[in-house]
């Protein structure tokens, strides 16, 4: 039997369960951060925030880019098969990097006298907090829920494809706008990077 062709729905199968474990990699994952912030070691917090910021960018753009169109051409029981293994890991993800990314990025402006620039410059540094905070508000105010809601759903027995749909497709145009934002930023910490 193809199990890619025809894949099994068992919510009992442990991939598809919430492992709550990994909160101990998120709690991992912020101590780390505290610990680049507290130590007052450049390439420490910069290293926190590039990397969190670089894995934080790129799933973005990757699963709304690439999984977001191939999940919508791909039949139910293996979109459901796909959302019922990466939800469980995504929702401790993502929210961890949208946290860490622009806190260690906050402590990297302090750091650096960015906070003290004048104008034009300032409005640099404006744009980045704007951006960052728009992107973690949607993150965790309306692309978590929304990642929990159709999780939720797609592990029922006769999930309610019509509420999926819905779900999905406020999701997707969040997605759609929060991978224009990251692009944006891209271009605002080049600016960073290579001198204002």
């Not at 068992?10 to 369960?17: A, E, K, N, Q, V």
């Not at 390439?43 to 191939?70: A, E, R």
């Not at 019922?84 to 993502?94: A, D, E, G, H, S």
Request: with cysteine.
């Amino acid at each position: 039997m193809n199990t890619l062709a025809t894949p099994s729905h068992d919510i009992s199968d442990p991939d598809t369960r919430i492992d709550w474990r990994n909160l101990i990699w998120v709690a991992l994952a912020l101590a780390i951060m505290i610990a680049a912030i507290l130590s007052t070691s450049d390439w420490f917090l910069n290293f926190v925030h590039v990397i969190t910021g670089l894995l934080w960018t790129g799933i973005d753009l990757f699963m709304g880019f690439v999984i977001g169109p191939i999940m919508r051409r791909v039949s139910f029981p293996v979109r459901q098969a796909i959302t019922t293994r990466l939800m469980p890991r995504m929702m401790f993800l993502l929210p961890t990097l949208a946290i860490i990314a622009p806190t260690a990025g906050w402590f990297l402006a302090v750091q650096h006298g960015y906070l003290e620039l004048a104008f034009p410059e300032l409005w640099w540094l404006i744009a980045a907090l704007v951006i960052t905070t728009i992107l973690s508000i949607q993150g965790i105010a309306i692309l978590l829920p929304t990642n929990i809601l159709v999780y939720l759903e797609m592990r029922k027995a006769e999930p309610d494809g019509e509420r999926i749909g819905r779900l999905m497709r406020r999701y997707v145009r969040v997605v759609a706008f929060q991978g224009c934002m990251q692009v944006l930023i891209i271009v605002i910490m080049a600016r960073f990077a290579t001198g204002l």
